[in-house]
């Protein structure tokens, strides 16, 4: 594995290609830009390096050559795919490869440069991916905290929950649940509080969202 120092680090690359020459260009022209570049030979290299990384989600995007051996970028990506990882990944190909890469593509792959291509081109479409990656991010993030919210709730209070959502008036609840209706209202309250909403029709849109 290869790396290079960046000055501002505005985003991490998995770069791979199994030649050197091509590999260590492409690590110097992203570091230049300010990118940390993370540079592997092979396929089973960034997956070996990929293993030993404790924290999770891994930041940043896949820079990969479509022809390599032993293992092509074509299955690399299906292996990446199998171990959960949706990092956004830009695939490098020759005239010949575009069929596959168009497979790719319908499997989740962010974009393909075909050689030759030009410095900028590459670094944009690169900048392009990382903010994909930040967003993903980000959304997983809320996912996180929703679930756990929704995990800090009793039982009782998540049956409230689903009938304020489902726009059922207190006094209805509490006949469904054999309960007083200040009794909703309290679990509704905390409901709310747990959830950070202030409305049925935030609670509505919270849940549907999950």
Known sequence: MSTAPAPIDKGIVYLVDDEAVVRDALTFLLGSRGLLVYGFASGPELLTHLAE????????????????????????HEALIAQGLRNPLLFLSGHGDIPMVVEALKKGAFDFLEKPYSDNTLVDRIEQALAVESAMLADDTRHAERDARLASLSEREREVMQRVAAGKLN?????ELHIAVRTVEVHRARVFSKLGVRSAAELATLLAHG
């Open 171 to 175: 006094k209805v609840i509490a006949d």
């Open 53 to 76: 990384v404790p924290v999770r989600p891994v930041r940043g995007v896949f820079v990969v050559d479509v022809r390599m051996e032993p293992m092509s970028g074509l299955q690399l």
